[in-house]
């Protein structure tokens, strides 16, 4: 059973920092693109970023918002995702789930989709 | 960046009814890059619909995902209790960033 399970999140004074983790099991870790998603109180859901896995170049991306702000990394050896917080702001202030984008092979089509398929149950972050 | 406008933003709708709700791209997208959601209340977000219209394994048939271009939609043929939640589309391109619209809240009449 795929399990993501994040920690870390707290509350934090604007201008700090904070150190999100997520610890998975179920799934090799090691072959996956992993992704932030968070949620404002009360709001819809926003991309933060995700890494590829090492085979793909193990490189990130980021929304806008948190470019040069944010960095994710991962630890292979310890199946863990994380997302270092630098420079917070109050609208950081958030709800923060780790995810797994899986891909998914159409053989009718013979095309390929990705898409969150599994989920944490989030973190929350208050930065106030 | 790939805007999605989701309407309406909310709905009030009874058991057994028949609902359809739309997810508008900014831009013409692949259908392969077309994602629905689901998130019941103090839950992490569910995958249902991948690709626009495939189902992801367990989800019922009642939902049904469609659409091409910049129009999409999800219908659900015949509401559930359960069923009442917050919808959201999502776009996964080739291309970051990743984006989802602003969701959809069914809630009961």
């Known amino acids: 059973e795929v399990q993501l399970v994040e920690s870390g999140g707290g509350l934090v004074k604007p201008g700090g920092s904070l150190r999100l983790s997520c610890a998975t099991s179920?799934?090799?870790?090691?072959?996956?693109?992993m992704s932030w998603v968070r949620q404002a109180p009360g709001k819809g859901l926003e991309w933060v970023g995700r890494?590829?896995?090492?085979?793909?170049?193990?490189?990130?991306d980021y929304d806008a918002p948190v470019k040069d702000r944010f960095i994710i990394s991962r630890d292979d050896s310890k199946d863990t995702l994380y997302l270092q917080m630098n420079s917070l702001k109050t609208e950081d202030t958030a709800t923060y789930y780790c995810?797994?984008?899986?891909?998914?092979?159409?053989?009718?089509?013979?095309?390929?989709?990705?898409?969150?398929?599994?989920w944490g149950r989030g973190t929350t972050v208050t930065v106030s | 960046e790939i805007v999605l406008t989701q309407s309406p933003g909310t709905l009030s709708l009874s058991p057994g009814e028949r609902v359809t709700l739309s997810c508008g791209a900014s831009?013409?997208?692949?259908?392969?890059?077309l994602a629905w959601y689901q998130q019941k209340s103090g839950q992490a977000p569910r995958l249902l619909i991948y690709?626009?219209?495939s189902r992801v394994s367990g989800i019922p048939d009642r939902f049904i995902g469609s659409g091409s271009g910049t129009d999409f939609t999800l219908t659900i043929s015949r509401l559930e209790p359960e069923d009442f939640a917050v919808y959201y589309c999502?776009?996964?391109?080739?291309?970051?960033?990743?984006?989802f619209g602003q969701g959809t809240r069914l809630e009961i009449k």
């Open positions: 995810t797994m984008d899986q891909a998914f092979y159409n053989v009718l089509t013979a095309s390929l989709s990705s898409a969150f398929d599994f």
């Open positions: 179920g799934f090799t870790f090691s072959n996956a693109w």
């Open positions: 890494i590829k896995n090492k085979i793909d170049g193990g490189t990130t």
């Open positions: 831009q013409s997208i692949n259908t392969t890059d």
């Open positions: 690709g626009a219209s």
């Open positions: 999502q776009h996964y391109g080739r291309s970051p960033p990743i984006t």
